[in-house]
């Protein structure tokens, strides 16, 4: 079917500058409730939760892509805009790939936490890798719920949401939550990864409810949080120092998901 859009072709037009905004700002982001999905299979991920499309951006190739197509056909009241190469090139912020990105609302968190069912904690986590690594395995492991710090990478910027592949919109995220007040409340037992601790990940009973704690990718746990949880260690037998902690994040969970399906 014929599609109605817009070129724009200014790199002063408010529409680019909003884009922009939203692609590089937390605060804009914050401001505007809204944040940006680049990509056709994060777009779709996020048309399966049956929420609405506010407006899309794409280059005139991409428009004439079959997959873009298929998509644009099933959300003919969203406004389009067609950028030129050059504009969209220096608005993006992932590398190559079809080039589409959505505007759509930013979702807002419950009010309450549920205290009493598994949940992933992040502190301080600063790469939008490993923060994206982390959901798409909490999403896949079976937790629903994700706390964060106010020092972790920001849950919806456009990195973030890609290198989660759209778990962001299966999981119940709060952010910006103060976790010196938050962990020490907590009834159920806190895991945290340490170097340093003399009792192994796989001597755990995982069959239970329990709150799992990834720090920061340089310092780990804050010795704050420390005192509140159980540190365990994940046996490596090579002798590395450490993992990356979206490698032990995952290592942690399936061996929760591993017990639990025994």
Not at 203 to 224: D, F, I, R, Y
């Amino acid at each position: 079917m014929s599609l109605s859009f817009i070129d724009i072709q200014a790199k002063d037009n408010n529409k680019v500058k909003h884009l922009r905004g939203l692609c590089e700002q937390v605060s804009y982001r914050k401001k505007q409730q809204q944040t940006v999905l680049e990509g056709v299979h994060l777009i779709e991920a996020y048309l399966r939760t049956g929420q609405p499309i506010e407006a899309f951006y794409l280059t005139r190739q991409a428009l004439e892509n079959p997959e873009v197509q298929q998509l644009l056909d099933q959300n003919i009241h969203a406004p389009l805009y067609v950028l030129t190469e050059s504009l969209y090139q220096d608005v993006r912020t992932l590398g190559p790939g079809i080039d589409i990105m959505a505007i759509i609302p930013t979702p807002r968190s419950p009010a309450d936490i549920n205290r009493y069912s598994d949940m992933l904690v992040l502190e301080n986590l600063q790469d939008p890798g490993n923060v994206g690594t982390l959901l798409r395995t909490a999403a896949a492991a079976g937790i629903k719920q994700v706390i964060c710090s106010k020092g972790t990478a920001a849950i919806w910027s456009p990195r973030v949401l890609r290198a989660g592949m759209g778990a962001q919109f299966s999981l119940t995220i709060f952010e910006h939550i103060a976790l010196e007040t938050f962990i020490p409340a907590l009834s159920l037992p806190v895991y945290a990864t340490s170097s340093h601790a003399q009792q192994s990940l796989y001597q755990l009973n995982l069959q239970n409810p329990c709150v799992w704690l990834m720090g920061n990718e340089g310092q780990g746990v804050s010795e704050t949080l420390m005192q509140h949880a159980e540190g365990i260690a994940i046996p490596q037998p090579g002798g590395q120092e450490s993992l990356n902690v979206a490698i032990a994040g995952a290592i942690c969970l399936f061996e929760m998901v591993r017990q639990r399906l025994a």
